[in-house]
């Protein structure tokens, strides 16, 4: 299976890369990585040599799940700029056909015209700008500080393009509320590509017996950046985001919570078309790509793609607004009463944070739920809470044949507008009376 | 046959006598309560004889709160400790737990409560203290978990409690009676050690009760009385040979093994007469002590044992061997039995039948009675209108017939497990204090 890619100019085995972080702080773990079968690295971010303190990193842990999602205090790379160029030529010389990234954030025009040169000297295939990190570096004007002011970043992306030879990729903050802004920008600049998502600005957890939060540090702390399979929702909805923008045409590499295969199909889907990985290496180490690897192709053979390129964006003409998904379409709930352990979640979802429509049997020995059909507003909470696969599943109702979307019936003029319209959703819905909560206690 | 080796000192005996529940570490806790589903209603709760939250002290533990979690479990069961090691739960809540349904390892309920309650104890931490006095007395014979939780909640509310115990220790059966790979003595004293530091019950040792004088003071120095005697020794089988010196009760025979352990006489070619739950631990205690060979005969069929079935896998598992539809005829032997006599049977209308002509003899140099106990005649006879109904003391809602003395525990339920002793220990105290108001 051919699974190379051409991503805006920079070529690359496969579309899996190393975001740049401390996985890629060195030409020893890349050249480790590239051995393990990744396809690329974005080398740790490049500038003036900073200070990190000690501890770096928090994290937040569901049940007995670690690391669901992290975050992290740490600067850009703290080691001098020549030892990191000499590393890069060596990776390159060994790993000739991998791509190789230099990840950048420097301050004046002259420092990014100096570090654009230097790394495309040492041989890099080519450079992301960070625009993203959103904790220490931006409070000296750089990272997310950059990435949260369009104009700005237009114009250093602008400087950039003044002497970059090799493909540009502008690395963009999540920590905004419209990130098609900063995107196009990044296109206005002149930049070949974008990447998403740098890390979320967070408090990952206090420490609740010393009155502070992690990571601490001498007994203070400081906000971190969030990362990891926990922030993979809003990545995907960022990159979605962007993707959507008309004829915006830049490629984008997507980053944030990736993990196995699975994740970097979404990914791909989504519009990505290489896929970048921090947290789940540094939890695990390079050796997951070859899981990622695996199940990639397969998908691929399974699903009948060629590449990665046929991929790419695959499901985003499904992806539309509200206004326009179907309001005719009806599908309620069924509870498989073979398959049910009687654990009742269902029912206790349904009745405290639902619509009542699961009801229990009279006769206490049995445990099995079953669904009030007409109560039932088709929401499937009791089937993501249901802890047995294919117990409860959603049956459709409709007919099939009739479509009607907020927006038509906007444009027709037939949706409510006064506070006690008869035309809103919930009317002549079963709501039970308010006393009956507590019936136990009137009687 | 059996994989032990008898054990020529301590060491060797708690190797032989390894805890079937080891005490959980944090990580393993942590791992285990992750996969609770807080089931709404939960079926654990219904099944556990003192109605636990079970997904609440499981959440707490997961949110280490393991503080929390003791006290969820102390506040339905004052043997939270004990029974999280010896009760039945393949029976009770891990039973009921809803992975069973999905073929999923349940939930091990026991051994999490197990956790946090130590936890307690180890710490001391105390939830409960005695209430001020209200100048009400209140005795309890029996230190069993009846007598126990009975005084708890006497104390709690501030009535005087003075427990009468016939023995040199408390806890009855708990600490005499359980086989010693479910809970170590220590275990189980450190548990009453806790309660009394928070509820304050004095124990009297050594103090039987058996007169009608003794009862008489009783009655005149005491508002209530509360019957935790449990039940008694090992009954005969009245068969020939039964009174031989190395034929013993069941219960009596464990009890010198949990005092004595590696210094216990047992023999080595053990016959184990009975099918319930005290017969399977005298059979799985034998083959630990290392007897070399087993056997477990039963009157009726395998199917009809009372014994649960966990507990016969238990004994077969250590090379225990299970004959069935065999009754004893006669014990054999010169002054010491050599064999034992049977006659095959079978069930007909619920009836055992022998069948005329199949008898066998099994040899042997040790039996040991598992045939059920008998109960406190002696003292109940005493007790002035004290009903009985098939030999168990009759009760209504925990007052017996004479409204001065209220019972719980094995010697009104006709014989349970801890758990149901310390549920009604503590229910029967709170219809003593609603008596006491009157
Ligand atoms: C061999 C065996 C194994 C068992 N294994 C388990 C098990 O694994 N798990 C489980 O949950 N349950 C088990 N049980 C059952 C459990 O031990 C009992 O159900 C429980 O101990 C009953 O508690 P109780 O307080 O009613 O009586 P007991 O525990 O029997 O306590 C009665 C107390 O009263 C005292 N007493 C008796 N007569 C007098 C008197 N006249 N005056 C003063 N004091 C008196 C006794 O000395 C004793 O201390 C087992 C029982 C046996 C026999
Ligand atoms: C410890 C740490 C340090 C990071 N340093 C950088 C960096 O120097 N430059 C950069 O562009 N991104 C940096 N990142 C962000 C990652 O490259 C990536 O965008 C983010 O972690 C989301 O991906 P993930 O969910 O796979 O970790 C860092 C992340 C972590 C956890
Ligand atoms: S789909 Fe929603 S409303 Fe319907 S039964 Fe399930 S939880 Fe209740």
Same mark, same amino acid.
């Given at each position: ?11 690359s ?50 049940r ?6 992290? !975050?992290?205090?740490e ?9 990191? %160029? ?11 056909d ?10 004046? #025009? ?13 041989g ?24 949260q ?20 990729i ?21 930049a070949?590509?974008v990447?998403?998502? !740098? ?6 957890? %206090?420490?609740?017996d010393?009155?502070t939060a992690?990571?601490?540090?001498d ?20 990159l979605?985001?962007v993707?959507?923008?008309?004829n ?13 295969? #699975? ?19 540094m ?32 499901? =985003? ?62 929401? !499937? =909470?009791?089937?993501?809470?249901c802890?047995?696969?294919n ?8 007919a ?5 979307t ?13 506070f ?20 136990y206690?009137?009687? | ?5 008898r ?17 959980? @570490? ?49 506040d ?7 029974c ?22 349940p ?8 956790y ?34 009975c ?34 003595n220590?275990?189980?004293?450190e548990?009453?050690?806790? &309660? ?5 019950f @004095?124990?009297?040792y ?5 007169t009608?004088?003794d ?21 005969k ?17 464990i009890?010198v ?11 080595n ?6 099918g319930?739950?005290t017969?399977?631990?005298a ?41 069935f ?8 032997? @010169? ?7 049977f ?14 002509g ?37 009760? @209504? ?38 008596? &006491?108001?009157?």
């Open positions: 299976m051919d699974l190379s890619v051409n991503f805006a100019g920079i070529k085995p496969n579309p899996f890369w190393l975001a740049s972080a401390p996985p890629t702080n060195s030409g020893y773990q890349i050249m480790k990585a590239f051995d393990k079968g990744w396809g690329g690295a974005i080398w740790k971010t490049l500038g003036v040599p900073v200070v990190n303190v000690s501890s770096r990193y928090g994290s937040v842990n569901y007995d799940s670690r690391m669901v999602g992290f !975050n992290n205090i600067l850009i790379s703290d080691r001098p700029l020549k030892d990191n %160029l000499r590393e890069i030529e060596e990776v390159k010389k060994y790993f000739p991998h791509a190789v990234i230099a990840s950048l954030m420097v301050e004046s #025009r002259e420092q990014w015209h100096q570090i654009v040169k230097d790394a495309e000297n040492a890099a295939d080519g450079h992301e700008l960070n625009f993203g990190c959103p904790h220490g570096m931006c409070e000296r004007g750089m990272g997310s500080a950059v990435g002011d369009p104009k700005i970043l237009e114009l250093i992306v602008g400087w950039v393009m003044e002497v970059a030879k090799k493909p540009v502008v690395k963009l903050t999540p920590n905004i509320s419209h990130i098609e802004d900063p995107a196009l920008a990044a296109k206005a600049g002149g070949n590509a990447s998403l998502i !740098n890390t979320i600005q967070s408090i990952v957890g %206090l420490d609740i010393n009155f992690y990571p601490k540090v007994g203070h702390s400081t906000n971190g950046g969030y990362c990891g399979p926990a922030v993979k929702p809003i990545a995907l909805n960022l979605k985001n993707a959507k923008i008309p915006y045409g830049l490629p984008i590499s997507g980053i944030g919570g990736v993990e196995n295969w #699975r994740d970097a199909v979404e990914f791909i889907l989504l519009g990505a078309s290489t896929v970048q990985v921090c947290t789940a290496v939890h695990y180490g390079f050796g997951i790509i070859r899981e990622i690897l695996a199940g990639f192709e397969q998908y691929m053979i399974d699903k009948g793609f060629n590449s990665v390129d046929e991929m790419v964006g695959r499901a =985003l003409p499904n992806i539309n607004t509200w206004e326009n998904l179907n309001l005719k379409y009806k599908i309620v709930a069924d509870i498989n009463q073979d398959k049910c352990i009687g654990c009742q979640l269902c029912y206790i979802a349904c009745d405290d944070g639902a619509h009542q429509a699961i009801g229990l049997s009279e006769n206490p020995e049995d445990r099995k739920p079953h669904i009030i059909e007409e109560n039932c507003v088709g929401c !499937n =909470l009791c089937s993501l809470v802890p047995v696969e117990c409860i599943t959603m049956q459709r109702r409709d099939g044949n009739e479509h009607l907020w927006k038509e019936r906007t444009i027709a003029g037939d949706i409510p507008d006064s006690d319209d008869e035309r809103g959703g919930g009317v002549g819905h079963h709501v039970p009376e308010p006393r009956e909560a507590i019936a206690r009137l009687k | 046959m059996s994989e032990y080796n054990p020529v000192n301590e060491q060797e005996f708690e190797q032989n006598f390894a805890q079937i529940k080891p005490l959980m @570490n944090n990580t393993e806790a942590y791992y285990e309560s992750s996969r609770c589903l807080f089931c709404y209603n939960a079926p654990c709760v219904e099944a556990c004889p003192t109605h636990i939250d079970i997904p609440l002290f499981i959440r707490q533990i997961n949110t280490n709160n393991i503080k929390g979690a003791a006290r969820t479990i102390y339905s069961n004052y043997f939270g400790n004990a999280g090691k010896v009760c039945p739960t393949e029976v009770l809540c891990e039973g009921a737990c809803v992975y069973n349904l999905q073929d999923v390892k939930i091990e309920i026991g051994r999490l409560q197990n946090a309650t130590t936890s307690a104890i180890r710490n001391d931490i105390k939830f409960y203290s005695a209430g001020k006095s209200n100048g009400k007395k209140v005795a309890i014979i029996g230190s069993g978990p009846a007598g126990i939780a005084a708890c909640e006497l104390r709690k509310e501030g009535v005087h409690v003075d427990i009468y115990e016939a023995r040199s220790n408390a806890t009855g059966l708990t600490v005499n009676g359980i086989a010693p790979y479910k809970i170590t220590d275990e189980v004293l548990e009453l050690a806790y &309660l009394q530091s928070q509820f304050g @004095n124990i009297l050594n103090s039987k009760i058996e009608a004088d009862i008489e003071k009783l009655e005149k120095n005491y508002d209530a009385i509360f019957l935790g005697v449990g039940n008694g020794e090992t009954s089988l009245n068969i020939p040979g039964e009174d031989k010196t190395n034929v013993h009760g069941a219960v009596e025979l009890e093994l949990r005092k004595e352990h590696y210094n216990t006489a047992f023999g070619k053990v016959i184990v007469l009975g319930g739950n017969a399977m631990d059979a799985s205690e034998s083959a630990r002590m290392g007897a070399a060979s087993v056997k477990l005969i039963y009157r009726r069929s395998k199917e009809e044992m009372g014994a649960y079935h966990f507990e016969y896998e238990l004994a077969k598992e250590v090379g225990v061997k299970g004959i539809n065999a009754a004893p005829l006669e014990i054999m032997g @010169n002054g010491s039995a050599n064999a034992v006599k006659i095959k049977t079978k069930t007909k209308n619920g009836k055992v039948v022998t069948i005329p199949t008898e066998f003899v099994e040899e042997c140099d040790m039996v040991i009675l598992a045939t059920g106990q008998k109960n406190h005649d002696y003292l109940f006879d005493k007790i002035s209108n004290l009903e009985m109904v098939k030999n168990k003391v009759k009760t @209504n809602n925990y007052q017996t017939s004479n409204p001065k003395y209220f019972a719980g525990g094995d010697c009104m339920n006709g014989g349970a497990e801890v758990v149901n002793a310390a549920y009604e220990g503590k229910f029967a105290g709170k219809a003593i204090l609603s008596y &006491l108001e009157k």
